[in-house]
């Protein structure tokens, strides 16, 4: 790509996103000058989809545009942060602007959805990646982590897990309305990010569900310092989930599978009714699955987990 059609391309679908709160100087300098929010602590996350690894090369440029900012905004949902400004490095094979056109319709439709601001990027030449830095903001010395569940403290889960690896493995299946949405679940994840703000200050730990349930539960735990029992009955699994697997094949996607974009939450009993209430008034389901233990590791119904990493989602 040569520069001219590089920064005509830019000029043409990748600016007019960058207004929004703390925005000084936006797309078309060397970098963008932003304001923080007084008295806030900046979160700030970086994810990168790769064609072929993170999505399929077949997939509909809308539904990558929309991926490559749900992905960043489930991290800072994890966070309880509310997003603000988004940095977009974009890789293309050829300078397809039908293509380029449908990725930013994706993209800008989920940064309306959340306030974001795109202030900037890069645009180059090369096999279809897209990367996304985005940055949000907490209270001062409030926000959510890894670290913070505690033995007697319960686990929640939001949405429906599975959903997505199902989707997936669908991927070339005959259309059908079961099938369509957990498709849908998996091209177009929604971000927690309103549960997430919602639970500061109530839940003590939280991740979001993008390895696996159990791989990123494990991740929770080992920095909490303690371990968990998952009840298996109590895993929330939507009807076109068992209706296209089975209760055993999508109790396992649930477990094992990859790309939700839920969220897990530690809170103490006594929060519980808190956490249910906002789960509630934003119309997200938020199922108690299990609760934490003193004894490392993760147990099923009481027995041990021996393997936590066969089946999530793995780039090495």
Known sequence: MDRPAEFALIRRWLTGMDQGAGVVLGVGDDAAVLAPPADRHLVMTVDTLVSGTHFPEDAD??????????????????????????????TLPTADEPWLARFVDGFSAQARSHGV????GNLSRGPLTASV?????????????????????????????????????????????????????????SARVALGQAALGVAAAAIDIS???????AHLCEASGCGVDVQREAL????ALLACFGRMRATQMALRGSDD???????????LPALQRAAAELVCPLTVIGRFETSA????????????????FRHF
């Open 236 to 239: 929330p699994l939507s009807p």
């Open 61 to 90: 440029a809308r539904d990558i545009g929309h991926r490559a900012l749900a992905v960043s905004l489930s991290d800072l949902a994890a966070m309880g942060a509310t997003p603000l400004w988004a940095l977009l490095a974009l």
């Open 297 to 312: 590791g993760i147990r099923i119904n009481g027995e041990p987990l021996a393997d936590t990493g066969a089946g999530g």
């Open 211 to 217: 390895d696996g349930l159990l791989d990123d539960l």
């Open 117 to 120: 601001a795109l202030v900037g």
């Open 133 to 189: 830095q985005l940055t949000g903001h907490v209270p001062c010395g409030q926000w959510l982590s890894r670290g913070g569940a505690r033995p007697g403290q319960l686990l929640m889960v939001s949405g429906t897990p599975g959903d997505a690896a199902g989707g997936l493995a669908l991927w070339n299946s005959a259309p059908s309305p079961d099938r369509d949405a957990l498709l849908a679940r998996y091209l177009r994840p």
């Open 261 to 271: 974009y839920e969220l897990l939450l530690a809170c103490a009993p006594e929060s």
